[in-house]
């Protein structure tokens, strides 16, 4: 499926649009109540780490799921598990929109909400990947991810007007709607589907299973990538809403327009030769802009800076498209489920620390000090990539057996 046209073919694939679809209204309900949970914490404490956390929180739990839950990912079957996911995210938001809920009622929402949203990214993912032909991937995720910057660019524009016009917990409630709206959606417009892997989800096969992808060089390197410098770079959006309490939104919305941007370039006009070089200077771009966030910009420059830095937000893409070269398609869900929990991770954990510094300092300075350590890894691990891949061990062979084995493998693969 070639990018020229491919986006056309996706859509007639049959059960793309209904996850495309149902994965929309889930972006909607996930920027709209994060923005106003992070408004209604910060407008009740002032403080800019528990507003950050509040936003970014649940990424926490992702370690969690992906150390315990994962296995799942690839041993449930898709449909019933999407649909389950986001009918719980849905109840989990009314309860945050609850008048007078303690915070340490809503740490722990916060906590539940990450740990059950934690299957949702390898099942998703690895459904995405099956149900598109071969070559399909890239093009497919470039839509998703568009989708997602259109999605983030409209429900934080209308999160902030209703904030704005109301409170943030009719905000809350939009958001659980827009969860509810989503699993019927995949409910009933995803077909019954076997899961692609045999064998019960356990914590033993999620553990096995994260030990071999983490057995091999190329891998953890890539694994890193995706996590460090991307991570780091969320922490620095997290301080949004404390540096500027009353326009966070048109922030957020440039972010997730120079988002979109960075996505449709990737998907859709490099060329295959040309896309393993830009990867690192995409995630260079992904942080340079916000070291300059020590001159303390207006919102006027601000917001240029996060649209021009949230560009470099397509080096995921091309990370992604090579990780699905280096594991069996048997295995894509969990491989992909563990970027996604690990990335998410990260980034809840980088709002912690950005959170924490911007209390001692200032937004501005935590901000730079988080794209400066971005840029950082970025180089780092351009420079450890360029040495020789290491040779197969008996984990990277044991690897490819379990692909090899099981039926219906439909892409070469090598480690």
């Not at 200032?362 to 840029?375: D, E, F, K, Q, R």
């Amino acid at each position: 499926m070639t990018t020229d046209g491919g986006y056309r073919a996706l859509f007639r694939t049959p059960e793309f649009t209904p996850l495309f679809l149902a994965s929309a209204a889930g972006i909607a309900a996930q920027t709209v109540g994060g923005l106003a949970l992070g408004t209604l914490v910060y407008r009740a404490t002032g403080s800019p780490l528990l507003s950050a956390v509040s936003m970014f929180g649940p990424t926490l739990a992702q370690v969690l799921g992906a150390t315990l839950l994962l296995s799942g990912a690839d041993r449930l079957p898709p449909r019933t598990t999407l649909a389950g996911i986001a009918l719980a995210l849905a109840v989990a938001t009314v309860l945050l929109a609850v008048p007078g809920l303690p915070m340490w009622a809503v740490l722990a929402v916060l906590l539940a909400e990450g740990l059950i949203a934690s299957l949702g990214g390898g099942v998703r993912w690895g459904l995405l990947n099956e149900i598109l032909p071969e070559g399909g991937y890239l093009p497919g995720r470039s839509v998703f991810n568009m989708m997602v910057g259109i999605m983030q660019i409209a429900g934080y524009g209308a999160g902030g007007l209703l904030i704005a016009a109301l409170s943030p917990r009719p905000a809350l409630l939009l958001a659980a709607a827009l969860f509810a709206v989503s699993a019927a959606g995949l409910r009933l417009g995803l077909a019954h589907r076997p899961p692609r892997g045999t064998g019960r989800p356990s914590v033993a096969a999620t553990w096995r299973t994260n030990a071999l992808l983490w057995s091999s060089r190329p891998r953890r390197l890539l694994y890193l990538g995706l996590w460090l410098p991307n991570g780091l770079v969320v922490g620095c959006e997290s301080l949004f809403v404390s540096y500027a309490p009353d326009a966070a939104g048109p922030l957020f919305a440039c972010a997730a327009l120079g988002m979109l941007a960075g996505d449709a370039t990737v998907g859709r006009l490099l060329p295959p030769a040309v896309r393993p070089r830009l990867i690192t200077p995409l995630l260079l771009l992904l942080a340079t802009p916000y070291a300059l966030f020590v001159l303390r910009p207006a919102l006027p420059v601000a917001a240029a800076l996060v649209a021009v830095a949230s560009v470099g937000f397509g080096a995921s893409l091309l990370q992604q498209e090579r990780l699905m070269t280096l594991v069996p398609d048997e295995l894509s869900g969990h491989a992909l489920g563990l970027h996604s929990a690990g990335m998410l991770t990260l980034q809840g954990l980088s709002a912690t620390l950005a959170g924490t510094v911007a209390q001692l300092t200032s937004p501005a300075t935590a901000m730079t000090v988080l794209a400066t350590a971005s840029i950082a890894v970025t180089v780092t691990l351009a420079l450890a990539s360029r040495r020789a891949p290491e040779a197969p061990a008996d984990a990277e062979r044991h690897l490819r057996h379990e692909g090899a084995k099981r039926p219906g493998a439909r892409r070469q693969w090598s480690g």
